[in-house]
């Protein structure tokens, strides 16, 4: 698969010329305007360590802000549909479906995101979005559970956030 936006790790000739600078170094969005339209699905995943407590007390809903991963769900959604004003060359593009699912474990939670979309570029950075803003809603959720004496986080984090899998169909 390509990356529509950055164009440097293409398999399609026409995508290695796309380029985010024009001749005299100035940054620019890629014009897709020309490329046909193509189906695109992009799943990315991450993980947010947490206390065992805390993780506890997400599975038992007793998180005094409320139902965190019903939360996280609906801000990986919100992320998804706003990503091309949070990352500036991402193109506005017609967001067809978005799916959060969330694994929980002893010490963490998981949360992949796919992201489906019809249109000219790929569907990555949203999913990437979703993925990273729901994890750090969680994280907001459960940050008084999570401190320390010091009002520190020492064991929480958020780690392996990864484009899993990208796809690409053409349409006929």
């Known amino acids: 698969m390509s990356d529509d936006r950055a164009g440097s790790e293409s398999n399609d000739s026409d995508d290695r010329d796309l380029t985010h600078v024009d001749e005299e170094g100035n940054v620019q969005m890629v014009d897709v305007g020309a490329k046909p339209d193509t189906r695109r699905r992009a799943v990315a995943r991450g993980t947010i360590h947490l206390s065992a ?6 599975r038992d809903d007793e998180i005094g802000k409320g139902d965190v991963l019903a939360t996280a769900r609906i801000g990986a959604i919100q992320a998804v549909k706003h990503t091309w004003e949070t990352i500036p060359m991402c193109h506005q593009i017609p967001i067809t479906n978005v799916d959060t699912e969330f694994e929980v474990a002893d010490e963490s939670v998981a949360l992949s995101v796919t992201v489906g979309t019809t249109g000219k570029t790929g569907c990555e950075m949203e999913a990437l979005e979703g993925v990273t803003t729901g994890l750090n809603v969680v994280w ?10 010091d009002g520190q986080y020492p ?4 780690s392996d956030v990864e484009v899993v899998t ?7």
């Open 140 to 149: 907001d959720m459960v940050k008084a559970a999570e401190k320390d004496d």
């Open 166 to 172: 990208k796809e690409k169909e053409t349409l006929d």
């Open 53 to 58: 407590d805390t993780v506890r007390a997400i």
């Open 155 to 158: 064991g929480t984090r958020i």
